[in-house]
């Protein structure tokens, strides 16, 4: 079988366009398609074919990859992009969504005549470059061999939850996944905050628990953005971590649970986002105490 594929990729910001790439070095033909054309002109310089819309970078596509913002940014893209596709075509469908999202995604898969994969990753933009992405994926087994290639190119493994991409199981595991990325990133901001409060050098923190079980490379990469002021150009943007916190609240309340961290943190997120740091790192929640 050929490996070499035809990957129509839809939505190119920080994880999309880096998936494009490492689907460009593994030989794949790529054409993307972004909101805003001039986040496809890199990849034009790599080899990437610029596509003037949706269904024009859909077409002669056999599989199509999608990483936009939320479920409704899908929603209206694929609708876009059904003049192009052609019945039995693989859709890799990448962008977090809510769990309420999935069954209606699945029913415009359906209705599009596409073989659905629900394959949403985790990673942020070093891992995305480096095409070391952790793929959680739900699909038919007759489809797995169809998209593996593509998500050997963008992810250093994969983990099939299901059968059944209808059923959410990859996404409700990227929930509970972001669920501790946010509550780690906004701890980091928070001992950063009280440390410089309390006259404590935050180096000196690191120092205490150095080597031990409380010593995370996570906290670590998140507190040096911060202490050194490089907010920008996000790994993972506060606008798409509200987003998924707010995600992550519903869909623990639909199941009866009150998660207080997750609520302070989306509140948090909210509040810097006010202040006009959407496009900042979410470690930007530093800010929000202030």
Known sequence: MDTKLKVAVLGTGIMGAAMARNLLRAGHEVSVWNRDAAKTEPLAAEGARRAASPADAVEAAGLVLTMLYDAAAVQEVMR?????????????????????????????????????????????????????????????????????PVLDAIGARTIWTGQDPAEGSATRLKLVVNSWVIAASNAAGEVVALAEALGVDP???????????????YLRTKMGLILDGELEPASFAVDTARKDAHLIVDAAAEKGLKLDGAEAYAARLDRVAEQGRGKQDMAAAYYAGR
């Open 203 to 217: 180096q000196q923190f690191l120092g205490v628990i150095d080597g031990g079980g409380l010593d995370l490379p």
């Open 80 to 148: 876009a992009a059904a003049p192009g596709l052609r019945p039995g075509t693989a859709w890799v469908q990448s962008t977090t969504v809510g769990i309420p999202d999935v069954p209606a995604l699945a029913g415009l898969a359906r209705e599009l005549g596409l073989d659905l994969v629900e394959a949403p990753v985790s990673g942020t933009r070093a891992p995305a470059e480096a095409g070391q992405l952790l793929v959680l994926a739900a699909g038919r087994g007759d489809v797995r061999p169809r998209v593996a």
